[in-house]
């Protein structure tokens, strides 16, 4: 195996365990593997078999053609680092749970549109709601 296939398993064991807010420990429970296979993998001391990692993927709910889908990683390093992590953390869903997330995004861009909308007119609303300074003046003299 190359180099730098090795380095690429080892860096995407460690970017899933991350998306997932996993420690070493946690994903090795998850996964059913020694935490030292988990973390000698991850830091590139010794390359992950297949099986090994089929059950970390069976552990984040991913399947192996999506691990090995290196090609996306690098696109990815065009984006912002909040861009790559949201594309991350989607790809690791299984696929109903990535539709529902697909849908929920949409959701909050719609709602953030017509939010700059109701967002300008705020202004316009505070100052027509807004005591006057003369009819407070008024009220207290009657």
């Not at 691990?67 to 065009?78: N, T």
């Amino acid at each position: 195996m190359s180099d730098a296939l090795a380095d690429q398993i080892a860096a995407r064991i460690k970017e899933l365990r991350e998306a997932h807010g996993l420690s070493i420990r946690a994903l090795a429970r998850k996964a059913g593997l020694p935490p030292e296979l988990v973390s000698r993998s991850e830091r590139g001391e010794s390359v992950a078999t297949v099986p090994s990692i089929a059950k970390i993927c069976a552990a984040v709910e991913i399947d192996l053609p999506t691990f090995f889908a290196f090609d996306r990683a690098a696109e990815a390093s065009e984006l912002t680092s909040e861009q790559s992590e949201t594309l991350t953390l989607i790809a690791t869903l299984p696929r109903s749970a990535q539709q529902k997330a697909l849908r929920g995004l949409r959701m909050l861009l719609r709602a953030g549109s017509e939010g700059e909308s109701s967002q300008a007119e705020e202004p316009k609303l505070r100052a027509a709601s807004a005591p006057q300074p003369s009819r407070l003046a008024k009220g207290r003299r009657s």
